[in-house]
């Protein structure tokens, strides 16, 4: 008997089940192309959650810059502390992101 993870939710399970006990996923009938069909749509699905974090953090980076443009804050303001701080967060987000995305590709 041997510990396998779920093909739907990841949980670790015996490779004697018939289902899996957390999502309730029959793995009884599962061909190698459905299979393949479902690791497909869960790295599917990851891309897209990190397309949609790439953006949000584009979207921080971008807010600051338009904070510092239009406001023009005072130096040692809140406003410029808040407005740096979300370029710096946003830049890092964004560069993080982009890393994770290459490395699902290439899996």
Known sequence: MA???????GQRIS????????CGGDLSSNTPEQLAAIEREKKNRKMQSLMNQSMLAMV???GGF???YWWQPANHSY???LSNAA???GFCWYVVTRARIIML???
């Open 3 to 9: 510990i396998i993870s779920c093909p739907y939710c």
């Open 15 to 22: 490779d004697k089940a018939t289902a899996c006990s957390k």
């Open 60 to 62: 921080l980076f971008l």
């Open 66 to 68: 338009g904070i510092l």
């Open 79 to 81: 406003n410029q502390y």
């Open 87 to 89: 370029i710096a967060l």
């Open 105 to 107: 590709k290439r899996k």
